[in-house]
């Protein structure tokens, strides 16, 4: 069974740095895009970051600067570096990716800044 599982998230003071990772599991044939999610407490979930099978990478214009998305194909698994991080990048973060042809949701991971 296909599936993404997050790991990394946690408590970090304002300024701090934390980094997820996602990886993909079971019979996988194929990896396309990877991108990661988030969803603030009564907010819509948003894109975050996404790197292409060639690793074109793309950001919200809120972590431009702060955050990098990065892959390790040979490992499966897609990370997020997050520097700098605001009150505000509060959220639980996802990953998502295109697996053998179909779309896959991770499980979340909370991330949380306070001080």
């Known amino acids: 069974q296909v599936q993404l599982v997050e790991s990394g998230g946690g408590l970090v003071q304002p300024g701090g740095s934390l980094r997820l990772s996602c990886a993909a599991s079971g019979t996988i044939f194929s990896i396309g895009a990877m991108n990661w999610y988030r969803q603030a407490p009564g907010k819509q979930r948003e894109l975050v970051a996404t790197?292409?099978?060639?690793?074109?990478?793309n950001y919200a214009d809120s972590v431009k600067g702060r955050f990098t998305i990065s892959r390790d194909n040979a490992k499966k698994t897609v990370y997020l570096q997050m520097n700098i991080l605001k009150p505000e990048d509060t959220a639980v973060y996802y990953c998502?990716?295109?697996?053998?042809?179909?779309?896959?949701w991770g499980q979340g991971t909370q991330v949380t800044v306070s001080s």
């Open positions: 998502n990716a295109a697996l053998n042809r179909g779309f896959y």
């Open positions: 790197i292409t099978s060639g690793g074109s990478t």
